[in-house]
T-cell receptor
Framework: QVQLVQSGSELKKPGASVKVSCKAS????????INWVRQAPGQGLEWMGF?????????AQAFTGRFVFSLDTSVSTAYLHINSLKPEDTAVYYC?????FGSGGFYDYWGQGTLVTVSS | EVVLTQSPGTLSLSPGERATLSCRAS???????LAWYQQKPGQAPRVLIY???SRAIGIPDRFSGSGSGTDFALTISRLEPEDSAVYYC??????????FGGGTKVEIK
């Protein structure tokens, strides 16, 4: 069955970096886009961008610069790297598999989420 | 950029009642591009409805989606206690590719 398994919670100081992983299994990893979605405490869902093996990364406007998406296709794993962390980066970060349907699409599988806490 | 506005912010109903959640787009969109998700506390979202009215695999038939143009709705015909959650609509478009509504919290009395 399809699974996206994310790395565990992280506690970081402001200015540090963090790398969140998302290991996929049960489907052709290079065929589908992996998206990243942020959810700040008590807030809604915010689309960060996506990446796939053929097209590279695309970032939402609010996530250009300090946020980097990457893939290691040899281990079917996507990564979210956040540099120069700020307290406002404190959030749960989800990876989600995009299912393209006709001219649209939706997220059919999600990782369990990774809580990143930025605090001095 | 199309903005999705969900209402009401919170819906408090009793088991067995009908819930109707609204998602309004700031301009007309294709129905194929609209999905609904349910998120329970501490869990990742899960898809309920895609293409505005198609139920995802394993979703009970008490969940239904409708609408077109700028106005879309998610209806839960007979609320059950486990339906307590936050519900999000999501739009796929060109730029940016994905947008979420602000969410509606459904509370079961």
């Amino acid at each position: 069955q399809v699974q996206l398994v994310q790395s565990g919670s992280e506690l970081k100081k402001p200015g540090a970096s963090v790398k969140v992983s998302c290991k996929a299994s049960g489907y052709g990893f290079t065929t589908y886009f992996i998206n990243w979605v942020r959810q700040a405490p008590g807030q809604g869902l915010e689309w960060m961008g996506f990446i796939n093996a053929n097209n590279g990364p695309t970032y939402a406007q609010a996530f250009t610069g300090r946020f980097v998406f990457s893939l290691d296709t040899s281990v079917s794993t996507a990564y979210l790297h956040i540099n120069s962390l700020k307290p406002e980066d404190t959030a749960v970060y989800y990876c989600a598999k995009w299912y393209h349907f006709g001219s649209g699409g939706f997220y059919d599988y999600w990782g369990q989420g990774t809580l990143v806490t930025v605090s001095s | 950029e199309v903005v999705l506005t969900q209402s009401p912010g919170t819906l408090s109903l009793s088991p067995g009642e009908r819930a109707t959640l609204s998602c309004r787009a700031s301009q007309s969109v294709s129905s194929n591009y609209l999905a609904w998700y349910q998120q329970k506390p501490g869990q990742a979202p899960r898809v309920l409805i895609y293409a505005a009215s198609s139920r995802a695999i394993g979703i009970p038939d008490r969940f239904s989606g409708s609408g077109s143009g700028t106005d879309f709705a998610l209806t839960i015909s007979r609320l059950e206690p486990e339906d307590s959650a936050v519900y999000y609509c999501q739009l796929y478009q060109n730029t940016p590719p994905v947008t979420f509504g602000g969410g509606t919290k459904v509370e079961i009395k």
